[in-house]
């Protein structure tokens, strides 16, 4: 058994190290921007989601707010930057910290409660902030920041002439989320979350630190999820609080591990690698119409997906896999 | 504005609180619910006041189709139920914005006038408009209606077993899509009422829905899931908590004053005001 496990992670590792490469090498075939467009955002879908499902797949304490920690790394390194001047890798750090911070806070109330209770509590904070960031003057209200061009440099994190930097800094936070999990599953944390989710009482029973493993699994999810927020930001040069924190963001956040499998190693990238690219696809070829039958073929193929699939995409590979990827 | 928070509240009390099933497309279902009202002033002359019973009746079909053609199977996902019921409504939600956008525009649209808007009454030297007083009556008819159905009909016990335990349930012979499917069906009726009422003081367009469900999800959480009173109490509350919290900050922060107590209410009890589960 445990030569089988020991087998299977080392294949896995081998699979992402196959995939990173030759996600390294697809610019050199895809020249097109657009197409590189979609591929940064479905990497960085792919990030947020792995890192997402940290807390809610493997701890099992269901997040619909983290578009809060996602807001905090975008703005943490965007006033940073356009108020003090300093450079986009420390504010991405600070980001990082700061939203890790944030999320041990609110977890020391949070964590006592349970099902539903605590999913509100998650969406309400996330709320919170957003209304807190869309009245903060200082920070730019409702209009947010614009990012001002201070150059094409690695030391500036920006980038005018070509997407390929933000290319490879998605594929390396992807990189990170991922070996990040997979390091995690076979560690202590890995097996406490793991039992702290399907029986919390029996865990506290054996030993396990409930509440601290679920202050673990918050802080590294949280701070993930900044560096995202952050990348984010700079990618676009300009945030605002609802494109960066609204409640939309949590669900979309969710939605590729979901689908792809919540609480497996494997699923958020499955899930983005298919959601994304067809989210962007049908609403650059269908959305034109402004009429929403984008959203029509969206909202159809999440509920396709949810009902045909609910253990997620993963479990379309073969049975063992699937079986090992659960446990 | 308490009462018709409560009066979203309850069809979703029913839904979530009742039958324990997270349903993300309650906005959506008030959404639809207006603008049945609005059509059916547009063109029908009906005012929205009088066509709420037949919104209600529309809706409950509609709710009870819903549970059968698409939730009856998301909960009978084994594996992480939770997640499916979430985003199956979700999506759901997203696919019911854009039917209301492909087929109703963007545009906003409102009732310009309803035998009773404009109106006012004077209650002891206060005057209420009246949309929001017949709005008040309902919400509090509805509740009470509710309640009384809950807890002293056969159908309310069979829908409180069918939750416990849909397996012995069956072995009595009570058909659970059944049940749920009525549940279902009285819950949309529910918000049907309140978006006919609403449909006369709010605008409406496609993605109406979204800004009051949260407040609904959080009316129900806060009274406590499973209790039909707490949901009442939540609304009511939420709506004081709003008035107070808009004297004191900027209204466009009036929200923070609702999510702020709710946090508070679960910190002090995790099951809320009321609740059983």
């Given at each position: 058994?445990?030569k089988?496990?020991?087998a299977r992670?080392r294949?896995?590792?081998?699979?992402?190290?196959v995939?990173?490469?030759?996600a390294?090498?697809?610019?050199l075939v895809?020249k097109?921007v657009y197409?590189q467009?979609?591929?940064?955002l479905?990497?960085m879908?792919?990030a947020?989601s792995?890192?997402?499902n940290i807390?809610?797949?493997?701890c099992?304490q269901?997040?619909l707010?983290h578009a809060?920690?996602f807001?905090?790394?975008?703005?943490?390194?965007e006033?940073?930057?356009?108020?003090?001047?300093v450079?986009p890798?420390f504010?991405?750090l600070?980001g990082g910290?700061?939203?890790a911070?944030i999320a041990?806070?609110?977890?020391y109330?949070?964590?006592r409660l349970?099902g539903h209770y605590?999913?509100i509590?998650?969406i309400v904070i996330?709320?919170?902030?957003l209304?807190l960031?869309?009245n903060?003057e200082w920070?730019g209200?409702?209009?947010g920041i614009t990012?001002?061009?201070?150059?094409?440099s690695?030391l500036?994190?920006?980038f005018?002439?070509?997407?390929?930097p933000?290319f490879?800094?998605?594929l390396?936070?992807?990189?990170l989320?991922w070996f990040?999990?997979w390091?995690?599953?076979d560690?202590?944390?890995g097996f406490?979350?793991r039992?702290v989710?399907d029986n919390?009482?029996a865990a506290?029973?054996?030993?396990?630190?409930v509440f601290?493993?679920k202050?673990?699994a918050a802080?590294?999810?949280a701070f993930?999820?900044a560096?995202?927020?952050a990348?984010?930001?700079q990618?676009?040069?300009?945030?605002d609080?609802e494109?960066?924190?609204?409640?939309?963001f949590?669900?979309?956040m969710?939605?590729?591990?979901?689908?792809?499998?919540?609480?497996?190693?494997?699923?958020?990238?499955l899930?983005?690698?298919?959601?994304?690219?067809m989210?962007e696809l049908?609403?650059s070829?269908?959305?034109?119409?402004g009429?929403?039958?984008d959203?029509?073929v969206?909202?159809a193929?999440?509920?396709?997906i949810?009902?045909a699939?609910?253990?997620?995409?993963v479990?379309?590979?073969?049975?063992?896999?699937?079986?090992?990827a659960?446990? | 504005?308490?009462?018709?928070?409560g009066l979203i509240?309850?069809?979703?009390a029913l839904?979530f609180g009742?039958?324990?099933v997270?349903?993300?497309?309650?906005?959506?279902f008030?959404?639809i619910a207006?603008y049945?009202s609005?059509?059916?002033?547009?063109?029908?002359a009906?005012?929205?006041l009088?066509s709420?019973?037949?919104?209600?009746a529309?809706m409950?079909v509609?709710?009870?189709?819903v549970?059968?053609?698409v939730?009856?199977?998301a909960?009978r996902a084994?594996?992480n139920?939770?997640?499916v019921q979430i985003f199956?409504?979700f999506?759901?939600a997203?696919?019911m914005?854009?039917l209301a956008?492909?087929?109703?525009?963007p545009?906003?649209?409102?009732i310009?006038q309803s035998?009773a808007?404009?109106k006012?009454?004077s209650?002891?030297?206060?005057?209420l408009?009246e949309p929001?007083l017949i709005?008040a009556a309902v919400s509090?008819a509805?509740?009470?209606?509710?309640?009384?159905?809950?807890?002293r009909?056969?159908f309310?016990r069979?829908l409180?077993?069918?939750?416990?335990?849909?397996?012995a349930v069956?072995?009595v012979?009570?058909?659970?899509?059944?049940?749920?499917?009525?549940?279902w069906?009285l819950g949309?009726a529910l918000?049907?009422?309140?978006?006919a009422?609403m449909?006369?003081?709010?605008?409406i367009y496609?993605?109406?829905?979204?800004?009051?469900?949260?407040i609904?999800?959080?009316?129900?959480?806060?009274?406590?899931?499973?209790?039909?009173?707490?949901?009442f109490?939540?609304?009511?509350?939420?709506?004081?908590v709003?008035?107070t919290?808009a004297?004191v900050?900027?209204?466009?922060?009036?929200?923070v004053?609702i999510?702020?107590?709710?946090?508070?209410v679960?910190?002090?009890?995790p099951r809320?005001l009321?609740g059983?589960?």
């Amino acid at each position: 058994m445990d030569k089988t496990f020991a087998a299977r992670r080392r294949r896995d590792l081998i699979i992402a190290a196959v995939l990173a490469g030759l996600a390294a090498l697809a610019p050199l075939v895809i020249k097109d921007v657009y197409v590189q467009n979609i591929l940064i955002l479905t990497l960085m879908y792919a990030a947020l989601s792995q890192s997402w499902n940290i807390l809610s797949g493997y701890c099992g304490q269901i997040s619909l707010g983290h578009a809060l920690y996602f807001g905090i790394g975008a703005y943490t390194t965007e006033l940073l930057f356009t108020k003090f001047g300093v450079l986009p890798w420390f504010g991405m750090l600070a980001g990082g910290v700061i939203a890790a911070v944030i999320a041990m806070g609110l977890g020391y109330p949070f964590f006592r409660l349970r099902g539903h209770y605590f999913v509100i509590a998650t969406i309400v904070i996330a709320e919170i902030g957003l209304l807190l960031f869309q009245n903060w003057e200082w920070a730019g209200a409702a209009m947010g920041i614009t990012i001002p061009v201070r150059g094409d440099s690695w030391l500036k994190f920006q980038f005018m002439r070509s997407k390929l930097p933000y290319f490879y800094f998605a594929l390396a936070l992807c990189s990170l989320a991922w070996f990040v999990t997979w390091w995690l599953e076979d560690s202590k944390w890995g097996f406490w979350w793991r039992a702290v989710k399907d029986n919390p009482e029996a865990a506290e029973s054996l030993g396990v630190v409930v509440f601290n493993s679920k202050m673990g699994a918050a802080a590294v999810s949280a701070f993930l999820v900044a560096l995202g927020g952050a990348f984010y930001a700079q990618f676009l040069a300009y945030i605002d609080p609802e494109s960066v924190m609204g409640f939309q963001f949590s669900l979309l956040m969710a939605l590729p591990a979901v689908l792809g499998g919540i609480g497996t190693l494997w699923g958020p990238v499955l899930g983005a690698a298919i959601l994304i690219p067809m989210t962007e696809l049908t609403r650059s070829y269908i959305g034109g119409s402004g009429r929403g039958v984008d959203l029509i073929v969206y909202g159809a193929l999440i509920v396709a997906i949810s009902l045909a699939l609910p253990q997620g995409l993963v479990s379309l590979f073969s049975r063992s896999k699937a079986k090992g990827a659960t446990r | 504005m308490g009462l018709l928070y409560g009066l979203i509240a309850v069809g979703l009390a029913l839904i979530f609180g009742l039958m324990d099933v997270t349903n993300f497309a309650h906005g959506e279902f008030l959404m639809i619910a207006m603008y049945m009202s609005f059509f059916l002033f547009a063109f029908f002359a009906i005012d929205p006041l009088l066509s709420a019973p037949l919104v209600a009746a529309a809706m409950f079909v509609f709710g009870a189709v819903v549970y059968l053609l698409v939730v009856r199977f998301a909960m009978r996902a084994k594996a992480n139920a939770g997640m499916v019921q979430i985003f199956t409504t979700f999506g759901l939600a997203i696919l019911m914005r854009g039917l209301a956008q492909f087929f109703f525009t963007p545009d906003y649209r409102s009732i310009p006038q309803s035998f009773a808007g404009g109106k006012t009454v004077s209650v002891a030297g206060i005057f209420l408009p009246e949309p929001q007083l017949i709005g008040a009556a309902v919400s509090i008819a509805a509740f009470a209606g509710l309640y009384f159905f809950i807890h002293r009909t056969d159908f309310g016990r069979a829908l409180e077993a069918t939750r416990e335990d849909p397996g012995a349930v069956a072995l009595v012979g009570i058909d659970k899509n059944r049940v749920f499917a009525f549940g279902w069906g009285l819950g949309a009726a529910l918000v049907g009422l309140a978006g006919a009422i609403m449909a006369v003081f709010f605008y409406i367009y496609p993605d109406v829905g979204a800004s009051f469900a949260l407040i609904a999800y959080v009316t129900v959480a806060l009274g406590g899931f499973g209790s039909v009173f707490g949901a009442f109490a939540g609304g009511i509350i939420v709506g004081l908590v709003e008035a107070t919290t808009a004297l004191v900050l900027p209204p466009s922060l009036k929200s923070v004053g609702i999510y702020a107590v709710y946090l508070l209410v679960v910190f002090i009890r995790p099951r809320g005001l009321f609740g059983s589960m």
